[in-house]
């Protein structure tokens, strides 16, 4: 199921599900994600704090006072994971981006040497996997994007990206909700609002296992849909 | 509902609404937040009576001047800090903390700095009237969450205050606080990570708290740790109190407020009983780590609860 069960400190645990960062993978990660989230909701182990899930790891951070970490392995190491039927409510969305917002664009285009057009048609027609969401609320790691984009890092991160923008490293595509420093390569940016700090009961759009599609729009649409 | 409500005059450096923290968001990217020191939280609502832990205002630093404008409440400040009541009759008095006071209509207390110490705490009986986000009031200012529209509090806000006080007794708590400048921690996931001599400087050599520490980060100054297998690691969730060393060899705790998921190896983890002490260490302190094992770790946590149940059970009326 995983290759190693471990503590992290002594109020957290790791699963750690191997090296291999591919959609299988992630799935038993997203998997065990949901069951444990469901047995701690049921009351079937009490104390955990919060399940984080990561590429090819799951963090289980716990109340010490309530529980420990042999207890939480013990219970991990009990569950059959390829045996349980989950019904996990993957979505799929389709995302607006406009392109003309892709401040490294050019560069990219440079660098991969393909037409600003071919980049775009690339993007605009890959189907994306949310692999976790986090660093900052709403922030989605995606993948995986066409060998043909594959690019590093940005030499010298910006030291401000502008919340929405959507950007690139290697097989991954992200998009900032925040305004933070940044060093992927910004492809594009997307009106829509990733974090609602008014909705407490679903303030975050994208689930860590859902699927996205971007849509491109044009300048215009993007102001009348900020205006929306 | 009251309609008791301080106005603040002055808000101090770093305030915010904050309590025990938030839970089972970290999955999109929310951390558990709450206060950083958890003891003098729990603390400061035991002194005003409030039976649960409810939210507080937490100050760093320099604190707010806050005038009472209407009501009567009973607050109590804890940490180490030093604060004044101006009543309303001119009449001003140095604040022992650890202690409640009632104050009245046109008091003012003037919350002047911390003392060889980060954080304090200011609670109210029966608690502020806030909104909460996700089953909790704890502010989180880099993303907007929170009370207040998820800012710090500001010049001019009003404070609005549940209930009016109720009594005029008074309570004092004999809260002590661990002075010492060595933190136990538990080896982290990558550890091995690190070349022999580096471990062995790590827990040998002081490191300094510098400036650049807030309630998201404490980066530390001192002897370079060097990596031996990769200063970058697969991005992984990141828990309380983890000590990341980033390429330049520097070690970065990771506190309350810390970024969800992170990409640096972990040498260390601070034990959950040492977390309080840790996050109180202002800029130029100089701490050393002290390697222990899980069941210790597990055993200083059960002795904490305890202490802090003790603390509780022993607040005594006054006057």
Known sequence: ?228 | MSNSFFEVLRAGVNTTYQDKGRFSMQHIGIPPGGCADNKSFLVSNAIVRNEKPIGVIEFAYQGPLLKLIKGKTKIAITGNVNFKIIYKNKEIIEGDCNRSYNLDEGDQIDILATKESTYGYFSVEGGFDLDTFCSSVSTLVKAKIGPNDGSKIQLGDKIKINTNRKNNNNHKSNISHNKTNIIRVLKGPQYNYFSEESKKIFFSNFYKVTNLTDRMGMRLEGKVLKNIINTNIRSEGITKGAIQVPADGQPIVLLTDHPTIGGYPKIANVISADYDLLVQKIPGTKISFKCIDLQEAEQLYKNRQVSISEIIKNIKEIN
């Not at chain 1, 995986?144 to 490293?169: H, Q, Y």
């Open chain 1, 1 to 228: 199921m995983f290759n190693k069960l471990n503590n992290i400190g002594d109020s957290a645990v790791v699963c750690d599900f191997g090296d291999e960062v591919n959609q299988e993978v992630n799935n038993r990660v997203i998997k065990l994600f949901h069951h444990l989230k469901k047995q701690s909701s049921l009351g079937n182990i009490k104390g955990i704090l919060n399940c984080i899930p990561s590429y090819n790891k799951l963090i289980i951070s716990f109340d010490l006072q309530k529980i420990n970490s042999d207890k939480v392995i013990n219970f991990i190491n009990s569950i059959d994971l390829p045996s349980l039927n989950l019904d996990q409510d993957k979505k799929e969305w389709t995302i607006p981006i406009c392109y003309d917002f892709g401040l490294d664009l050019i560069s990219m285009s440079k660098q991969l040497k393909l037409d600003k057009e071919e980049i775009i048609s690339i993007h605009s027609k890959s189907i994306f996997f949310v692999y976790m969401i986090g660093f900052v609320p709403g922030h989605p790691f995606m993948g995986d994007l066409d060998s043909k984009l594959f690019l590093n890092r940005l030499k010298t991160p910006r030291v401000k990206v502008p919340p929405g923008s959507v950007g690139v490293v290697e097989k991954f595509c992200n998009i900032y909700p925040y305004e933070t420093p940044g060093g992927w390569n910004i492809i594009g940016k997307t009106p829509i609002k990733l974090f609602n700090n008014k909705d407490s009961s679903k303030p975050c759009l994208l689930s860590p296992g859902d699927k996205v599609k971007f849509k491109p729009i044009s300048k215009e649409e993007f102001d009348n849909y900020k205006n929306e």
